[in-house]
Every structure is written in C-alpha cells, then in structure tokens.
C-alpha cells in the first residue's frame, strides 16, 4: 500500500469520554471501509477473507487498519474487524454501529464489536474478533 494517507490521533484510554472518543473513531473507519467497498464491491466478506486476529504487541502503538491494508497484511484486531463487519452489514442495508466496552479487570483496556439491528428493531451485538480466531 504506497498511496496512503498515515493519520495518527491520540485517544483518552479512562472514562466514558474514552468510550465515546473510540467509537467515533472506529465510526471514521467504518466509513473508509463502507467507501472501499462501494468502490470495490467484488471484496470477499471478513469471514471468508482468511484474515486472522493478531493481537497488537502490549505496549506498542495502537496501529488502525482499513480493510486493503488488512488485506494486505493478512490480520487485525477488535477495531480493525468491527469496522470491516459494520461496512459490510451497512452494505446489505443493516444497520450498525460500533459497540465498545471495557475489558474486565483491565483498566484503560477496550473491546470493539458491533451493534446490529434485528427483526423487530432491536438491537443485537456480535464479535467479529472472536469469529476471526481471537
């Protein structure tokens, strides 16, 4: 991937602020990945795309991927796969949205799934995550 635009944004870890700031930006890149697919509509799904979870190395950076880099690199994480899965359900015209909640006994630690609507209008959450080998 050469032509890229690399942006790097500092988000809070504690408090619901936290909550709330990582949501809007896994919104952000939800939306990169809602235009690749537009502009790319032959993309195979995460599920059969042989993507795998990589967990980030513990202390590092945080490094966000859109679907073509995840493609490319062949694994992401939470964030990276709820945005690739909202994308593809806002696609098929579901409705979706990022669902982040703390990790248990992990402060300042975060998990990324995705909130889908149902039959009913109700609201359900699914874990791409655990679906890609987490």
């Not at 190395?57 to 909202?86: H, P, T, V, Y």
Request: aromatic share 8%; with cysteine.
């Amino acid at each position: 991937m050469s032509d890229i635009i690399e942006i790097v944004i500092a988000l809070p870890v504690r408090g619901e602020y936290a909550r709330q700031a990582i949501e809007s930006a896994v919104e952000t890149l939800a939306r990169v990945d809602y235009a690749f697919l537009v502009e790319h509509p032959r993309t195979v799904t995460l599920q059969k795309s042989g993507v795998r979870y990589q967990r980030e190395k513990l202390g590092g950076r945080e490094q966000w991927q859109s679907i073509a880099q995840m493609l490319d690199s062949g694994n992401g994480d939470c964030e990276d796969f709820a945005a690739w899965r909202i994308a593809e359900l806002r696609r098929r015209g579901i409705s979706a949205r990022p669902y982040v909640a703390p990790v248990l006994n992990q402060p300042g630690k975060w998990h990324v799934m995705v909130a889908l609507k149902t039959l009913g209008n109700r609201w359900s959450v699914e874990d791409p995550s655990k679906e890609m080998g987490m």
